[in-house]
C-alpha cells in the first residue's frame, strides 16, 4: 500500500509545486491627505446612538493609511467561496460599512438597537432595491442585492446612517484599518487594478503578477 501511495503524493506535490510556480500575490497601502470628517450629530434616540456618531467616510489612522477602500481586478472572476453576507444596525451605524458581495447573492439585516431602523439599499441610479424596517433587536430579513454594481444603504429613521455594498464576481479586497489589502493565488500575467472609495478617487494602476512572487502597489487618493 505504502508502495502505491508514494507516486500519487509525488504527484500531488509537483501540481502543488507548479501551482505556486504559475500563481502570485498583490499586495498594497491606500493612502491619502484628505482629513477625516467631523462626527455628525445624532437628532434622534440619543439615549443608544450617543450625542455624536463618527462619521466613517473616511477612515484613516495618524499616517493617512485608509481603510475601507475596495481593491478590484478587472475582468478577473473570482473563485473564492465569499463569506456569507450581512449588515447589522449596531449603535446607530451600519456594520460593517463597507462589504463584497457576488451578484444576485442575498443579504441578511438585522439589528441590535432596541428602536426602529430601517435598511434602505439603493443602485447607482438611486433606484430602491429594497427598503425594510427592523423595529425590534434580533429580527433577520433576507433580500437580493442584484446585479453588479455599487450598492448604497442608508437608514429613513437616522439620517446620517450610511453603508455600501460592491456587488462583483472579480476578484476584489477592501483595504483594512492600517490601509494594507492582498490578493493572493493571481495567475501570473499583467492586470489592471482599480480602486473605489466612497468619496475619494484614485486612478487604475497597471500591476504585473510573476509566479510565486508578490507585487506591491501604493494608491494615493484624493
Known sequence: MR???????????TVSMSAAQNTGTITGVVTT????????????????????VADETIVRD?????????????????????????VLNEKCRFSPHVQ???????ITTSSSDPMLHTTNAA?????????????LPGIKITKPVGPMGIVRLNCNTHPWMRGW???????????????????????????ELRIWHEQLKGAPQKV??????????TFALQ
Request: aromatic share 2%.
Open 33 to 52: 491627505k484628505a482629513a477625516v470628517l467631523p462626527p455628525a450629530r445624532a437628532t434622534i434616540d440619543q439615549n443608544v446612538c450617543g450625542n455624536e
Open 62 to 86: 495618524a499616517a493617512g493609511q485608509v481603510a475601507n477602500a475596495v481593491l478590484t481586478l478587472a475582468g478577473v472572476k473570482s473563485s473564492a467561496n465569499p463569506p456569507a453576507a450581512g
Open 208 to 217: 504585473t503578477v510573476a509566479g510565486g512572487q508578490t507585487a506591491n502597489v
Open 100 to 106: 463584497i458581495v457576488r451578484p444576485n447573492a442575498t
Open 165 to 191: 455594498i460592491v456587488v462583483t464576481d472579480e476578484m476584489a479586497a477592501i483595504s483594512g484599518a492600517d490601509g494594507k489589502f492582498t490578493l493572493a493565488n493571481v495567475s501570473a500575467g499583467t492586470y
Open 3 to 13: 508502495t502505491l501511495l508514494l507516486p500519487l503524493l509525488l504527484a500531488l506535490v
Open 123 to 135: 443602485n447607482a441610479a438611486g433606484r430602491t432595491l429594497f427598503n425594510v424596517a427592523l423595529p
